[in-house]
């Protein structure tokens, strides 16, 4: 089967991926994305989310909470903000997280809470959501 390099790279931690994989499926700001080897030349921007990474008939989770995205046709090159592999998730801090989010979002509709920015935590609850779908917790 055709394969294309995966390299992942955040500020703090320099490399954190780089191995060939069948397909690469991740949210850009224009949506979801499937990238196969050979695929058209793109550059995007990726949004909170869990990259799902194939290899030989297996998947891979992986978090990263926004960035860049380099596609050509043998190479993916992504420029993330940060990105977490599940061991690095702690659940209870991103249950947590959820939470206060949610709980944001829902003031900020609800009662027009105006102290609270609807976008921020419209964006940290995209996060904490993306973290516990890598680890594999459910979320509404």
Request: aromatic letters at 2%; glycine letters at 8%.
């Amino acid at each position: 089967m055709a394969t294309i390099l995966l390299e992942i790279a955040t500020p703090d931690k320099g490399e954190v991926f780089a191995k060939d994989i069948n397909m690469l499926i991740c949210r850009s700001i224009a949506g979801e994305l499937g990238i196969l080897p050979k695929h058209a030349r793109l550059l995007t921007e990726l949004v909170p989310n869990a990259l799902r990474i194939k290899v030989d008939g297996g998947e891979t989770l992986l978090f990263v909470s926004g960035g860049f995205m380099e596609v050509t046709p043998d190479k993916i090159t992504i420029l993330a903000d940060s990105a977490e592999t599940p061991d690095d998730i702690d659940v209870e801090r991103a249950k947590s997280a959820y939470k206060r989010a949610e709980d944001r979002v829902n003031a900020a509709k609800s009662k027009g809470d105006a102290a609270i920015d609807l976008g921020r935590a419209e964006a940290a609850l995209a996060r904490a959501k993306a973290r516990l779908l890598v680890k594999g917790v459910p979320v509404g």
